[in-house]
């Protein structure tokens, strides 16, 4: 979320110093793998391919593998949504405040 702030909210940073832009990014993106490891969560993806294949050593039932996804999936994107919200109210207000 950060590079994406720092890439489309740069103005005329992006048109005179694309090189600045791209190194600032490059520099925050991996903060959210790091805080993944760091408290020991898991990314979606390594849920999917965990569960699949305790599926395929049939250690788990079939019908655990959609079930599992679906609240994977759902899980994660309620996080996203809250996430953006929770960003989205924090600069909103900040701006009114400016003003």
Do not use: H
Not at 60 to 82: D, H
């Amino acid at each position: 979320m950060v590079v994406q702030l720092i890439q489309g909210g740069s103005g005329d940073l992006r048109t005179n110093y694309p090189g600045l832009i791209n190194l600032l990014a490059a520099t925050f993106f991996p903060i959210g793998l790091i805080m993944l490891v760091l408290t020991g969560q898991d990314l979606c993806t390594a849920n999917f391919m965990l569960v699949g294949m305790t599926c395929l050593k049939k250690k788990t039932k079939l019908w655990e593998l959609p079930v599992n996804w679906i609240i994977v999936f759902f899980g994660n994107l309620a996080g996203a949504l809250s996430f953006v919200a929770f960003l989205g109210t924090s600069l909103t207000s900040e701006r009114e405040g400016q003003s």
